[in-house]
Each structure stands twice: as C-alpha cells, then as structure tokens.
C-alpha cells in the first residue's frame, strides 16, 4: 500500500523561514511619529469651522470633527441644537469601561429641555450611498465588518459595493447618536464617544457623525458610572458641559487651529505601512497587518 505525503510547497518554506528569520532580523523603519516630523504643509488640511465643535468642560476642551456627507440630516439637526446653545450646561450621563463615553439631558425622562428648531426625530442614517463619499482611500488589510475597509477626507469608513453602500466605523474616539429601538429616534439630544476597545459590532446599527480631534483624554478618564451600562446615579457627580459652540462662532484668536493629515497624500499610506510592518530593534515580529482602527489619522496643532 503506498501512502500519499505532501511535502510542503517552496513558496510555504520561504513564508516559514521569513517569519521565523523575522524575529531578529525586522530592520529599522521610521515610525509614525518620524513621517509626521518629515510631513509637508500640503499633507494637511484645516478643520473645517462650519462642522467642528468645540465642546468645553470644566477639565478642558473637546474638538469634534463632524462628517456631513455621512450623516447630512443628523448633523444639521445637530448644529441646530448648537448654534441655539441646546447643550450648555447638560452634562455627560454615562461613562462605561471600555465602551462609551455619553452625554445629554440629565432629565430628558421627567422634564427634558425643549429642542428649539431643532427636530424630535430624524431618520437613522446607519448607512449612505457611495454617491456620498468622493475622497475614499482604500485600506487593502481585510476586515470582518465590511466588505473593504479605508479613510475618507480622515475619517475611518466601511464600505459595501454591492450594496452601494459607505458608513462611518466605530473606532475609538468616533461620535455617534444616542437612540432608542426605533432606527428614526435618535436626534443628536444624546450623543457618545467611543473611549473603549471599538464596538464595530454597532456599525451600521447607529448613526456615526464624526470623530474627537482633541481632547479624548478628558472623556475616556472620566469616572465610571455605578449603575447599568454606565450611567451615573442620582447621588453620582456628573461632569457639567460648560457649552458647545461651531469652530466658526469661536472668535479666531480662542481657536486650536488643528490640521487633520490627509488620507488621500500619499504620506498617509506610509503612515498605515508603519504600523502594519513594524521595523526593529524593538519589535521582535511585525504581523504584516493593521486593522482599521488601529491606523488612526493624524492630528496636529498647525505649526
């Protein structure tokens, strides 16, 4: 009786040599922080004033980045809310471990502050056509949430051809609208960021309107609430929100003049690759791999 072996093939006898080989021998590459020092002005762009917040606490300020073209209906209904000042002086209600950071109105259940003309609903907008999305940036690495996966205009999306469909990820420091079970109850009132692990299990299942630029650590260090998911009890200090204003109204001189490096500059790709094939002397193996959410955009104070 003969018995069949397969040997293994040159090709997997060259893969394991490699990754056994990289180990010691994974050469110096420039790191993240090394392409932004050798970045150009060209690579960056401004925050655009007309859809970037600036949510100011007692601990600091935070910037917020909004996507219009991801979410056109719940960011105007949003920067309705702050140009008539709908969030001064709510609070942030919920700070879960390693999930969510959450705010709005402490008592939006027994006496909720009135919205203005601001709407009560508006449709969930999980999802966009890919019409919508003109700066997309493929990212090849696979994914398990989306067909292909990449940045548009810095913003971190999923995408689904087939479908035509594009939608913001829920990566850390992404915002996202607060909502009941109806897809058309959120409205901007409540609004969280990511300061966890990402929970992209939750894309295209909320709205996602844009992302944090600056100030994550005064939302991600903030005490965890005692009660479900979270939330702060009765008795529980909850950090006030001071006010929410559009970049565009902050007089110029009070700015942070921030500048978000662009996805689509080819610096970025280099950004990516230093993060998916990590040089030495300190890295003993690099993967060869980078998921979505951990090829965060660049962000810098403009020089």
């Known amino acids: 009786m003969y018995r069949t072996v397969l040997l293994p093939s040159l090709s997997t006898l060259v893969l394991l040599t490699s990754s056994l080989a990289s180990a010691a021998d994974l050469p110096i590459k420039p790191s993240v922080g090394d392409l932004v020092k050798q970045s150009q002005a060209s690579d960056w762009r401004p925050t ?3 859809h970037t917040l600036y949510m100011e606490l007692a601990s600091g300020r935070v910037v917020i980045e909004l996507a219009p073209s991801f979410a056109p209906q719940n960011i105007a209904n949003i920067e309705t809310l702050v140009r008539e000042k709908y969030y001064d002086g709510l609070a942030i209600l919920r700070s879960q471990d390693n999930y969510v950071a959450q705010w709005g109105d402490p008592q939006a259940e027994t006496a ?5 003309s601001a709407k009560a609903k508006v449709a969930g907008e999980f999802t966009v056509p890919l019409k919508n999305d003109r700066h997309f940036v493929r990212q090849p690495d696979r994914d398990g949430y989306a067909p292909q996966i990449g940045h548009s205009n810095g ?3 999923g995408r689904d051809t087939r479908a035509g469909t594009t939608w913001l990820t ?7 609208v607060g909502r009941d079970n109806g897809s058309d109850s959120g409205n901007g009132a409540e609004l969280y960021a990511v300061t ?3 929970p992209r299990h939750l894309d295209r299942n909320i709205t996602v309107v844009g992302r944090v630029l600056s100030g994550m650590a005064l939302l991600s260090s903030l005490p965890r609430g005692s ?3 979270g939330f702060y009890g009765a008795q529980e200090n909850r950090m006030a929100i001071r006010s929410v204003r559009l970049e565009a109204d902050v007089p110029e001189a009070e700015r942070s003049h921030l500048e978000v490096m662009r996805s689509e500059a080819p610096i970025y790709q280099q950004v990516i690759d230093a993060q998916r094939n990590r040089g030495g002397p300190w890295n003993l193996f690099s993967p060869g791999y980078v998921e979505l959410c951990n090829a965060p955009i660049p962000v810098r104070v403009k020089p």
């Open 48 to 50: 655009d004033p007309q």
């Open 112 to 116: 909720p502050r009135p919205l203005g």
């Open 155 to 157: 913003f971190p999306v």
């Open 170 to 176: 829920h990566c850390y420091g992404m915002v996202g």
């Open 196 to 198: 966890g692990h990402a």
């Open 227 to 229: 009660e479900t998911m």
